[in-house]
């Protein structure tokens, strides 16, 4: 994998409501097969779910066990192929943990947001940081209405916001992860 440096983890708690309240968002079936493909298309490492509500992880697994299974690799080669980057956690220190017992080094995390924040990095710094090989990525991505600014403030980086041609921002996790990955990774950047 060419940024097997790079992993992206998908946030379902800690999260945001529209009033700023603690909430544990829930998988939609859609995330696991729109991350997961631009994930492998830009040889990222692994796409961590993070979630901790068991009846949640049980729906998550039971998707990704049949895309694993040699029924659901019949029906589907190349989504077989996309899963097998899927890893399912309780908490992001557990996947904190895995990346550091995996790479050998603690992964820099790198929050996004459609706000902007103090330690706001480019896609350009970030990219030539990636790019230098020398330290391992998490890209963590929020559900709702985000990540809460507490859990925000101890990341490493926080990646700029996407911007399309107005001012308004707020676009699915789903769109999100597919722009970001092209942005720091697409060969054919202009």
């Not at 800690?14 to 493909?37: C, K, Q, W, Y």
């Not at 330290?135 to 559900?143: D, I, Q, W």
Request: aromatic share 10%.
């Amino acid at each position: 994998m060419k940024n097997e440096n790079v992993g992206v983890v998908l946030l379902h708690y800690p999260a945001m409501d529209r009033e700023g309240n603690l909430i544990i968002t829930s998988f939609t079936t859609m995330d696991l097969h729109d991350i997961v493909r631009p994930c492998r298309a830009y040889e990222v490492r692994a796409f961590y779910i993070v979630q901790p509500v068991d009846g949640q992880r049980e729906v998550i697994q039971r998707q990704i066990s049949y895309w694993l299974s040699e029924e659901g690799k019949k029906a589907n080669p190349t989504r077989y192929e996309t899963v097998k980057l899927a890893k399912l956690f309780y908490t992001l220190d557990e996947v904190i943990e895995e990346v550091e017992r995996e790479r050998g080094k603690r992964p820099k995390l790198v929050g996004t947001d459609a706000r902007k924040y103090p330690n706001t990095i480019s896609y350009s710094d970030l990219r030539e940081e990636i790019s230098k090989r020398e330290e391992e990525f998490l890209l963590v991505f929020g559900t709702a209405y985000g990540i809460p600014p507490d859990l925000m403030r101890t990341f490493d980086y926080i990646l700029e916001p996407i911007m399309g041609a107005g001012d308004w921002n707020h676009l699915s996790v789903r769109n999100a992860v597919a722009i970001i990955l092209d942005r720091l990774f697409s060969s054919n950047r202009c």
